[in-house]
């Protein structure tokens, strides 16, 4: 049978959350053939706040719990707001057979992404981070004119003015760390410095950003009526400048050797981006752009159409991607709690290299507590013996049962990471 016979498979979407950004990658993933599974939002959220169009496909979702139900859809959306209300339900969605995407940055807390992708490891993997910045359709202009230069990029300087607060600016930072890793690559230090006399550091902030193999990156920041947007790109006889009043907007490229031009874009470009290249991977682009009427919500439940009973189920396999990396997200999150700790002590922070699991968490956990026993093992000692026994108290004589069941539960606690049904793998096995 040929590939235009062959029976394209049916998917779901659902979102939690609300924000312009899930709006607008819902949108788009109805555009690739999605159909649409239900909307839930946390409580205190309006559900007029959903543009009408989605308002008239989505139904809204009394509980989060009815995504879990298997099979009932394949890609769940996670839009931007308060962590809260959303950390239950993830926890709980990333354990199982479907696909998360989130808007990234989801809050500050480097943690909790961490603690996602050692929950998902029984279900798809880590959720995708959609970052809209890293899938403007301008940047891959900017990076194919900075690669035919005759010489390697030396600087990236990238300048924030927003009338915004600290965390707000903070999370204009996590969300710039995943253009600029795109630009420079992998970066693992940070020094910061605020303008002296500022009310607040975020008022006026540098950062000085350094990776392995990167050029020297600049990130400055300055709370303005207006905001504006600039990346510049240096090397030796080249410069290149870009310059927009919304990041996710137009942008205006300053080029001298290769001609300036204006590159018109919206949020809904990057959205559209992202929601073809994920159909096209996972085997679901749409054969012909769906038109406007074709957007409708899934049939009911008895609905016995030949169409829907032909087509088969998409099962959503993991998808590796630069740009959705997770744990590069968590470490852009862990950039910008580093540039806040470089504030505080006023030297540069450097992040280590390591992976999260649930193993090293727990050898974490067991060595702080051996020291914490260690302690506690002496306090037993002076009491019991020098205390106690010096005094003539009877009770004195039992510290070293006391301590023999310390000891002895602590090393009972190290059986907890022993399975023996499911053995570590080696780097080489599949």
């Not at 403007?136 to 690669?147: D, F, G, I, S, T």
């Not at 420079?184 to 193999?213: R, Y």
């Not at 919500?297 to 008895?302: E, G, N, R, V």
Request: charged fraction near 20%; aromatic fraction near 8%; hydrophobic fraction near 45%.
């Amino acid at each position: 049978m040929s590939d235009e016979t062959t029976p394209m498979p049916q998917w779901s979407v659902a979102a939690l959350g609300g924000g312009a950004r899930v709006h607008a990658l819902a949108a788009a993933m109805l555009e690739q053939g999605g159909q649409p599974a239900g909307w839930w939002l946390p409580p205190g959220q309006d559900a007029s706040a959903l543009p009408e169009r989605l308002r008239k496909h989505f139904a809204p979702l009394p509980r989060w719990e009815e995504l879990l139900v298997p099979d009932r859809v394949q890609v769940v959306l996670v839009g931007q707001g308060e962590l809260e209300p959303l950390q239950e339900p993830l926890r709980h969605l990333v354990q199982q057979p479907l696909q998360l995407v989130v808007c990234h940055p989801l809050g500050l807390d480097w943690m909790f992404y961490y603690e996602l992708a050692m929950h998902a490891q029984e279900g798809l993997g880590p959720p995708l981070a959609w970052n809209p910045l890293q899938w403007h359709p301008a940047l891959e202009v900017v990076l194919a004119r900075a690669e035919r230069w005759s010489s390697p990029l030396e600087r990236v300087v990238l300048q924030w003015e927003a009338p915004a607060r600290a965390q707000a600016m903070q999370q204009a930072l996590a969300e710039h760390l995943g253009l600029l890793r795109g630009v420079a690559g992998v970066l693992h230090s940070v020094s910061a410095t605020a303008l002296p006399g500022s009310e607040e550091t975020w008022e006026h902030l540098e950062l000085q950003l350094t990776g392995p193999q990167s050029p020297l990156v600049r990130w400055s920041a300055r709370f303005a009526p207006q905001t504006h947007f600039k990346l510049e790109l240096l090397a030796r006889g080249h410069a290149l400048v870009v310059e927009a009043t919304d990041p996710l907007g137009t942008w205006q490229v300053n080029d001298a050797l290769q001609g300036n031009l204006s590159l018109e874009t919206s949020l809904t470009d990057c959205a559209r981006r992202f929601a073809r290249w994920w159909a096209k991977q996972q085997g679901v682009a749409p054969r012909a752009a769906l038109k406007e009427d074709a957007l409708r919500p899934p049939a009911s439940p008895d609905d016995t159409s030949t169409d829907k009973a032909s087509r088969p189920r998409l099962r959503v396999r993991p998808l590796p991607s630069p740009y959705t990396d997770w744990d590069a997200a968590a470490r852009d999150l862990e950039l910008v709690g580093a540039a806040q700790e470089s504030l505080r002590r006023g030297r540069r922070i450097r992040l280590h290299e390591m992976q999260y699991s649930e193993q090293q968490v727990f050898r974490g956990l067991m060595s702080a507590l051996g020291c914490g026993l260690l302690l506690l093992s002496l306090i037993v000692f002076v009491i019991g013996e020098l205390v106690a026994g010096r005094m003539g108290w009877r009770w004195g004589r039992w510290w070293p049962g006391v301590l023999l069941v310390l000891l002895g539960g602590f090393l009972l606690l190290q059986l907890l990471q022993w399975n023996p049904t499911s053995p570590e793998k080696s780097p080489k096995e599949d």
